[in-house]
Nanobody, 123 residues
Framework: QVQLVESGGGVVQAGGSLRLSCAAS????????MGWFRQPPGKAREFVAV????????HYADSVKGRFTISRDNAKNTLSLQMNSLKPDGTAVYYC????????????????WGQGTQVTVSS
């Protein structure tokens, strides 16, 4: 069992930045590909970004490419998401997730999920 705890959410004006963090309880953290997903109000959960086991590969949703950066520190069991140039459509609950099945943007391949952290972007 892997427990994931997100932090760093809040309210920010459009154009601003936030950095989300995710702390994982289990070692070795490096056994899992890690992803960020988000769920806007009244909408389905959607893929944001994924990072491979070693951190050598990343992939982003087109809507955040060039503005968001995913990273991980396997020594500290932490995952981060730096979000710049935030837009109002970025308002959502953001979740981190761990996958033992592969490096993917498909949420059904993820084994463990955090409880989420709210990000609100005001216009």
């Amino acid at each position: 069992q892997v427990q994931l705890v997100e932090s760093g959410g809040g309210v920010v004006q459009a154009g601003g930045s936030l950095r989300l963090s995710c702390a994982a309880s289990r070692r070795p953290f490096s056994n899992y590909a890690m992803g960020w997903f988000r769920q806007p109000p009244g909408k389905a959960r959607e893929f944001v970004a994924v990072i491979s086991w070693t951190g050598g590969s990343t992939h982003y949703a087109d809507s955040v490419k060039g503005r968001f950066t995913i990273s991980r520190d396997n020594a500290k069991n932490t995952l981060s998401l730096q979000m710049n140039s935030l837009k109002p459509d970025g308002t959502a609950v953001y979740y981190c997730a761990a996958s033992s099945k592969g490096y993917s943007g498909t949420n059904t391949l993820y084994d463990y999920w955090g409880q989420g952290t709210q990000v609100t972007v005001s216009s």
